[in-house]
């Protein structure tokens, strides 16, 4: 069974730093691309950060700068480093990839179960 795993969320100050790391795992044939999104409590999720499998990465305005992701494709895992947090980073962060199992033919969108991110002023 293909799955994402998240992990390194937690409490930090103002100006700390965390890395998010998000492993995937399971009889996959190909992964596409992956990403990070987040959601504060009482709004929508957001996509943070996206990476190719050709490297090209994307990222929302108000993390330029901050955050970094990054993948180690032999792990079959993402990161997202996040430097100087500020409490309106607080939310919970999922992980998403599009994979193509051994059993298909298509690539699949997947999620994680995301980590709590929260940062305190």
């Known amino acids: 069974q293909v799955q994402l795993v998240e992990s390194g969320g937690g409490l930090v100050q103002a100006g700390g730093s965390l890395r998010l790391s998000c492993a995937a795992s399971?009889?996959?044939?190909?992964?596409?691309?992956m990403g990070w999104y987040r959601q504060a409590p009482g709004k929508q999720r957001e996509l943070v950060a996206a990476?190719?499998?050709?490297?090209?990465?994307n990222y929302v305005d108000s993390v330029k700068g901050r955050f970094t992701i990054s993948t180690n494709n032999a792990k079959n895992t993402v990161y997202l480093q996040m430097n100087n947090l500020k409490p309106e980073d607080t939310a919970v962060y999922y992980c998403?990839?599009?994979?193509?199992?051994?059993?298909?033919?298509?690539?699949?969108?997947?999620w994680g179960k995301g980590t709590l991110v929260t940062v305190s002023s």
């Open positions: 998403n990839a599009a994979m193509r199992p051994v059993s298909s033919f298509l690539f699949v969108d997947y």
């Open positions: 399971g009889s996959i044939f190909s992964i596409r691309d």
């Open positions: 990476i190719t499998s050709g490297g090209s990465t």
